[in-house]
């Protein structure tokens, strides 16, 4: 039979247990949530570079200053069909 002493001890046992296992999703945790961050970044600057900045494919395209100018989401933009 148990005494007080050995339910004690395993009371001691499984909250130090518990304790590390909170500690070691907690890490884990922020080392996701780190990654996923950054992926953030990354796909946020790239949908700049697409979209919003000059030098994007979301700019428009002119093959001459008098017009011809077409958006470049359009397949002919590249010379693709269109």
């Known amino acids: 039979m148990f005494n007080s002493q050995d339910l004690r001890a395993q009371v001691v046992q499984e909250r130090d247990s518990a304790r590390h296992l909170s500690l070691?999703?907690?890490?884990?945790l922020k080392e996701l949530q780190a990654r996923l961050e950054k992926k953030v970044k990354y796909f946020s600057f790239a949908l700049f570079l697409f979209y919003g900045?000059?030098?994007g494919l979301g700019t428009r395209i002119c093959e001459n200053p008098?017009?011809?100018?077409?958006?470049?989401?359009?397949?002919?933009?590249?010379?693709?069909?269109?």
């Open 66 to 82: 008098r017009g011809s100018c077409r958006g470049a989401d359009q397949p002919e933009a590249f010379g693709g069909e269109g």
């Open 53 to 55: 900045s000059p030098w």
């Open 24 to 28: 070691q999703k907690e890490l884990e």
